[in-house]
Structures are given as C-alpha cells and as structure tokens.
C-alpha cells in the first residue's frame, strides 16, 4: 500500500488516490461508481460478495480489499463484469427467500436496487426455496434469515464500531447462516437498538422492530433514482 | 351400473366460472324430466394467507395481506391496518389519518364499482343476458356505446389515481399503518384530484341514471330474475347512516326487521358462526341466532343501502329515497338491484371523495397515534363488495401474528350466491336444450354480487366454458368446450 497519493485509471480515466485508498474508496472519491454489497464506508472491507470485482491489469479482483497503486490499469463499468455481477446478484436471489412485494424494506433495500441497477429482471436459475429461520426474540430488533446475503456487515459492525461479538458465522457452503452469540436466540444477546450492528444491514435481514412501512412510496432510498448515484452526482458536480 | 343415458340424468359444469381470489366452478344436476336437482356454485382454490400471515409480524399485516386481490386490495390494506390500530391502541387516529384513509377507500369503491357496472356487467345489461358472445363484452360497448365506455375507463383511472395519492401506490400501497398514515395529502396531490371531482359526480349520477333506465326498461322479468328474500348484513354508523369505512354491524331480515344492531366489531364471533361444507373451499357463514339454515345473509350494495337509514350525501340520499320507494321502504330483495345500489354507491363515494379533498386535514402532519398495546385487533370494513372481516393475534413479546380469521366480502355472500344460481337454473334451464346464453344466465346471477369473478369471465367476451353430461357412475358421456 502506498503511503504516497498515486495515480491510476479506471475505465481510461485517471484519477488519483490518496495514501492507504483502496481502488473502491479511491473510485468512490472520484465519483465512480463500483457496484457492492457487503462494502460499508464505515467498516472495514469483507471481500466477501465479490460484486466490486473489478479488473486490474487484466486480472480479477475485489476493489473493495485491493489497494489502490500507481499506474495500475482498472476497468470497471464493462459488459462482462456487469454480466458476472448480475449473475451474482441472481445467485443472491434464489439462495434466499427475498419477497420484495410485501417487504418493510422494499425500496430502501440495496440488494432489491443492485437488481435494478443492473437490469435484472426476472431470475433464470432455480429457487432454493430453503427453510431460513426468523428470530423475533429481541425486543427491539429482529433477524429475518429469509433475507440474508452473508454480507457480514452485522458481524464487522459488532465487532469493529460496537465491540461486542453479536454476530457470527455459522455452518460452510449452503448451510453457512448468520448465528448470534448466545445458547438459542438474539434476545439472549447483548445487542442493543442503536448498535451499529442493528443499522448496517444492506436487505431486510436485520430491522429495527415496529418501524414498518413508516416511509411513504416516494421518498424511500431509492424511489428516484439507482443505487451509487450519489457517487456518480459528485462525479459530474466536479 | 346405471349411466347416464340409462338414467337421462345430467350434470352440467362451469368450470372455471372465473376467477374469485382463484377458481370457481358452478355444478347443476338435471333429471331426466329436465328438472334441476341441484345447482352449487364452488370455491375451489385453497388461499391460506391465513396461514401466510402466522410468524409475521403485525405491522406486516395491513401490506401482506392485500395481496389476496388485485381488484380491491385497498380494502383488504385498511381493514388490516384497523385491526392493527386495535392492537397498537390507537383507539382514536388523527383527523388527518382517518380522512386519509376515507379518501382512499372511497376511491377505491369508485374505481371498483365503475369497473364492475360499465366493464363487467353492462354487456349483459346493454345488450341482453343471450346475446352474441362477439358482441357481449366490453370491446361491444365501446363499439356501441362509446361516451360510456370512455367515461368507465376515466372514472376507474380517477379512482386509482385517488389511490396512489393517498397510499403511494395504484395498486398494493403502503399508505395505512398501524396507528394512521404515512403521508398526507400535498396541495398539489389535492389540487391534481380536486380539478375532476365535479366531473366525477356528474358522470355517476348519469351512471347511475343509465342503470335504472335499463332495470326499468327490464321490468318485472329483471326485478324477479335470480331473485329470493334474504337477511341483510352491513356496517352502520351509530346513528344508522351508511358508512363505508368504519361502524357496527347491523342485520335486517327480508321484511326489514333488525336482528341485531350496533354490535362491535370485537364482537362479531358472537353473532357471525361459519359452516364448513365438504364440496368448497369456501365457508358459508350464518348469523348465530337464526342458525345454519336460516341465518345466511348477502352484503354488498344492496345490502348496505337497505340496512341503513340514511346516506350523508345530498345526490345518493335522493337516490337511496327513490330506490327503497320501490319496495315501500321494505328490503329489496331482487338480485339485479345489486347494480342500482352498486351505482348509488359510485355516487355517494363521488361526494364523499369532493367533499374530503376540500378538507384541510388532509395537509396535517399530524398522522400517527399509540397507545397500549394489545394481544388481539379486530376491524371490519365495507369493501366494495361487502362486509370485510379481519381479526388477529398477536404475541406481544415478540410482535408476531400468532392467529389470523379473514372473512371475505364473497364468502359472506357465498349463501346468496348459491340461491341465486338455483333460482336462475331453475328459472331458465329446466326442460330446456342447454346453450351459451342460458348458462350465461346462471354467470349473470353470480356476477351480480361482483365476486370478483366477473372479471376473468366477461373481460373479453368468452369465458372459458366447459360443459360436461356425466352419467352417475362418473362416466363423462358429452363434453363441450369453448374458450
């Protein structure tokens, strides 16, 4: 990693990164946009969805672990890493049971707009239609299963900003599930509603109980406009 | 073994009659004489959201559960929300959020009753019951009648857009929450609506003027067609006004005597049982007093305007008048009077929808209240179709729904129904060589009640028609299809 600001071009534009960026934040600074999901600003990188797989001199990588060095060569925003990319958002989707129609989430939810930004209409590989647990237990928060994408933002949250350990892992391959550290349920842990663990969801996963459909058709998150277009509008107000 | 040809027995099957929140069929058994044994009109599709529901919790509700219907989902996404307002203690919402949800779900009546009058049921009503197919349908009275059929589109798009500007949405909003609304009506929400409410009444009252012309022009052969004496089940205001959004339970039988008054939603167990019947998914509920076999009851229009005592708008009260005159302030039981107080209905919500807009509650911010929280909420509505009940329970530890008892606006009617598709097949069908129109007959006599059947059956003209003659050993002896 660089302790200098370096110069690199992504999709033939060159912009510069400052000491420590990854190409992700470097990309974010500059108004590009780097589609992701288990990226959260606040936290330390996952690199676990490999959605901001991105190019780098020719070779696959996930922006959001990679640091950002002079002269690399990125390319971004093409139509095979925007296939691949659909296709793992497709995946997403029938791994879980995301019922988008009557989802407090819906609208607001950043896997529902990836779909979107990416053009994915319908999927075209099978439902898993798995048995996923809801756990209510919690006074204040629940965890919907059906909708998690094993982002890990729940557990790096805990971890990294809240320090406790209420979210885990648990299980390998399909049966690999989100687990809280307690003998049966989330009621059993330490985690209280204002943690950051109960905010950083991406889906409808993880969701403060009784807020509902409080936010009106219209004026949620991304009613108007695709998901990273806040990134790209400091792009062209520069 | 007998068959069919040795017994001359028949059995005549609709099948799908349409679509009532899924699939119905009608049965009718003729005898050798050409007699009608029996005729059954089935709810066949299983629903479950019932089931659905359990787990989830009960802000979810009011969202979830309109997804039973596309025709009238708003219906089903305030009742929900009322049963939630009972569970949250939100015993008295803001003026805001109870307008806002009155304008709603008047525009929701509106645009379900121009729909089920000029799309659905005038074909039969403009052209006759037996006329031909190519001509009964829509695309016929666009052709033939083409003011009207450009006013119905209008009226049904001014509904909807009622909707979307109270709920969020044309179709499966998320308006209505626990407690009140999530948004109130901007000035230039109201403005965009307001510029076309004068309109709108206007075009009802010649609806409906366009209804009696035809019921009058039918006279005695359309005043008995179907036709039977019933109880009359509906939602009341305290003082006996017709209220379409909120109120207790009233029930008259065919002569006009109360059964029961002012009961409380939280009480309809009390008086409302269900019978199970082994041929249909649907249950047939009954009113407790007067038992299984007397104490069916029909709701929808007509029930509403004859149970109540008066309507809170001027033009519909004049209207509601001159219909109870006709049967001497007595119930009217004819099964074709659905439409006429469908259409004062389409009036009265015309008038409620312009007399709501220039409210200025509907720009409050104040649109949510709470209070104690409770383990069980009961609502009931009038959805367009009828009496609408919603009862849940909840875990309040959790926030779970743990119980949900949907009793649906055709269920209610399911009795009714049944009656009219006997007296239609035995008023037309018996002795007689079964042909398109005729069974149409026994469609018309369904359609009446607007189960949301109409729909699928008449949208295009041909409804999917399959007449099975099957002998008693279930032998499929004759079979015609068509659609």
């Avoid at chain 1, 600001?5 to 974010?28: M, N, S, W, Y």
């Avoid at chain 1, 319908?122 to 898993?128: D, H, I, K, M, Q």
């Avoid at chain 1, 996963?205 to 806040?230: N, T, W």
């Avoid at chain 2, 009058?216 to 008995?224: D, H, N």
């Amino acid at each position: 990693m660089s302790d200098k600001p370096v110069t690199f071009t992504i999709d033939g534009v060159e912009i510069t990164a400052k000491a420590g960026q990854t190409i992700l934040q470097a990309a974010d600074d500059a108004g590009i946009y780097i589609p992701r999901l288990c990226y959260h600003p606040s936290l330390p990188p996952g690199g676990h969805c490999r959605l901001c797989t991105v190019k780098i001199n020719g070779r696959p990588a996930s922006s959001c672990t990679f640091p950002a060095d002079e002269g690399l060569v990125v390319e971004n925003d093409t139509e095979e890493l925007n296939d691949h990319r659909r296709r793992i958002v497709e995946m997403l989707f029938v791994e879980g049971n995301h019922y988008c129609p009557t989802c407090e989430h819906s609208g607001n939810c950043e896997l529902q707009a990836m779909a979107y930004r990416l053009g994915l209409l319908a999927p075209t590989l099978p439902y898993f239609r798995c048995e996923r647990e809801l756990d209510a237990s919690h006074k204040d928060v629940y965890v919907d299963r059906d909708r998690c994408i094993l982002c890990g933002r729940c557990a790096r949250a805990s971890r990294e900003v809240d320090h406790k350990v209420v979210f885990g892992f648990e299980g390998r391959g399909v049966h690999k599930r989100i687990s809280v550290d307690a003998p049966h349920n989330l009621g059993e842990t330490n985690l209280a509603a204002a943690d950051k663990a109960a905010e950083v969801c991406p889906t409808g996963c993880i969701m403060l109980k009784r807020k509902g459909f409080a936010i009106p058709v219209g004026q949620r998150k991304y009613d108007h406009e695709p998901i990273g277009s806040e990134i790209e509008r400091s792009r062209s107000a520069k | 073994m007998a068959t069919a040809a040795d017994t001359g027995k028949r059995k005549i099957v609709i099948n799908p009659v349409t679509r009532v929140e899924g699939h119905g069929k009608v049965t009718i058994h003729i005898d050798a004489a050409g007699n009608v044994e029996q005729a059954r009109f089935h709810i066949i599709e299983f629903r479950g959201f019932e089931r659905f529901v359990q787990g989830r919790f009960y802000w979810e509700a009011p969202v979830m559960v309109q997804r039973l219907c596309g025709i009238c989902p708003v219906s089903h996404h305030l009742c929900a929300a009322k049963a939630t307002d009972v569970i949250v203690g939100a015993d008295k919402l803001t003026p805001a959020a109870e307008k806002i949800r009155r304008l709603m779900h008047y525009g929701q009546t509106f645009q379900s009753h121009a729909l089920h009058f000029f799309h659905l049921a005038s074909p039969d009503l403009l052209f006759g019951f037996d006329a031909p197919v190519e001509k009964r349908n829509v695309i016929g009275v666009i052709q033939a009648y083409p003011d009207v059929a450009k006013q119905a589109v209008l009226m049904r798009k001014y509904g909807q857009e009622v909707i979307k500007a109270t709920a969020g949405k044309k179709i499966h909003g998320t308006g209505a929450i626990p407690g009140g609304v999530n948004k109130p009506l901007s000035i230039e929400e109201r403005d965009f609506l307001l510029k076309d409410a004068d309109t709108m009444v206007q075009w009802s009252v010649e609806g409906l003027a366009l209804c009696k012309k035809i019921t009058k022009a039918g006279g005695q052969t359309l005043l008995e067609f179907g036709s039977f004496p019933s109880n009359h089940l509906s939602i009341v205001r305290e003082d006996g006004c017709m209220d379409l959004y909120d109120g207790k339970l009233r029930a008259k039988d065919a002569d006009g005597n109360i059964i029961f008054d002012q009961v409380a939603p939280a009480d309809y167990l009390k008086y409302i049982g269900e019978e199970v019947r082994p041929w249909s998914y649907m249950k047939f509920p009954f009113i407790r007093s007067l038992g299984k076999e007397n104490g069916w009851y029909r709701v929808g229009p007509l029930a509403r305007v004859n149970n109540c005592d008066f309507i809170d708008t001027p033009l519909a009260e004049q209207e509601r008048q001159e219909f109870m005159a006709l049967g001497g302030g007595k119930p009217i039981n004819a099964t074709m009077a659905y439409h006429w107080a469908r259409m004062i209905e389409t009036l009265h919500s015309a008038e409620k929808i312009r007399e709501l807009l220039n409210d200025p509650d509907l720009q409050s911010e104040d649109l949510v209240v709470a209070g104690e929280k409770r383990p069980e909420g009961i609502a009931i509505i009038e959805a367009p179709r009828g009496t609408l009940f919603h009862h849940y329970e909840v875990n309040n530890q959790t926030d779970q729904i743990t119980r949900a008892n949907l009793i649906v606006s055709t269920t209610n009617n399911n009795e009714a129904m049944n009656r009219a598709v006997n007296v239609v097949a035995k008023q037309y069908l018996e002795g007689k060589e079964i042909t398109e129109g005729l069974l149409n007959h026994v469609e018309v006599g369904i359609r009446a009640y607007d189960p949301c059947l109409s729909c699928a059956t008449h949208a295009l003209g041909k409804m999917r028609l399959q007449v099975q003659l099957v002998g008693p050993d279930g032998e499929v002896v004759d079979e015609k299809l068509r659609g």
